[in-house]
């Protein structure tokens, strides 16, 4: 296995043979440790379309959004971006017409040279634009970020001169995994389901015998 984890952070490499596989598995780990009402997923993908460093989010929805996943909804697309400018009044929205979803918070981030190309997630809180000094709201019950460049002094030049490639790649690993991930978990679901309708019925047939 090609991650590891670091202070409740699992560390996720895009370039290895096995990413796709390490990241739908963690990502399952994590969706399954919230209750079983939370069954609606919501994907929030942060970021906008207008600079290569910052569309590493909208271009995981954009591909996301050509799936008909299960009871899976899907906010911030190439065409319809989630930034800074709209991104309070989404979650507002999000929470208004999901209040029970499970949110997964997703946005590109700037790490070390020794981290560049890696995918971190984990449970808890995303804080969008932390990489470049903005204020946002945390958002999100699970996140995951791709580290598409390094830190630097001028954070706004490194997203504007990232490398389309990076984000493409990293975006690809994303997407695939986020859909093996949700199909295993609503699949579980329907079996968890099945057995307690199961169990019921046992248990009707029993009073009435």
């Known amino acids: 296995m090609n ?9 996720i ?11 739908g598995n963690v990502l399952l780990e994590l969706m399954s440790n919230f209750s079983v009402a939370k069954r609606e997923l919501v994907f929030l993908c942060i970021g906008s379309d207008r600079v290569t460093g910052d569309s590493l989010g909208p271009m995981i ?5 050509k799936y008909s996943l299960f009871a899976t909804h899907i ?22 017409k999901h209040p029970n979803c499970l949110l997964i918070a997703i946005d590109a981030s700037l790490g070390s040279k020794k981290h560049l190309g890696y995918i971190t997630l984990g449970q808890g809180s995303l804080k969008p634009g932390a990489g470049v000094h903005k204020k946002l709201p945390a958002v999100g019950d699970i996140f995951i970020t791709g580290i598409i460049n390094t830190i630097g002094t001028f954070e706004h030049l490194i997203l504007q001169t990232t490398r389309l ?17 949700s199909q295993k978990y609503h699949f ?11 169990l019921l019925s046992s248990d009707v047939h029993k009073i009435k015998s």
């Open 75 to 96: 906010y911030g697309t190439l065409a319809q971006p989630v930034h800074a400018l709209n991104l309070t009044e989404t979650i507002a929205y999000i929470h208004n």
């Open 13 to 23: 490499d895009e370039t290895s043979q096995s990413a796709v596989h390490d990241l």
């Open 188 to 198: 579980k679901h329907l079996i968890l389901e099945n057995e307690y309708s199961a």
């Open 61 to 65: 929805g954009h591909h996301l959004e």
């Open 165 to 181: 490639a990076t984000i493409m790649r990293i975006s690809d690993c994303i997407t695939s995994a986020i859909i093996i991930a």
């Open 3 to 11: 991650f590891f984890k670091n202070n409740e952070v699992y560390y």
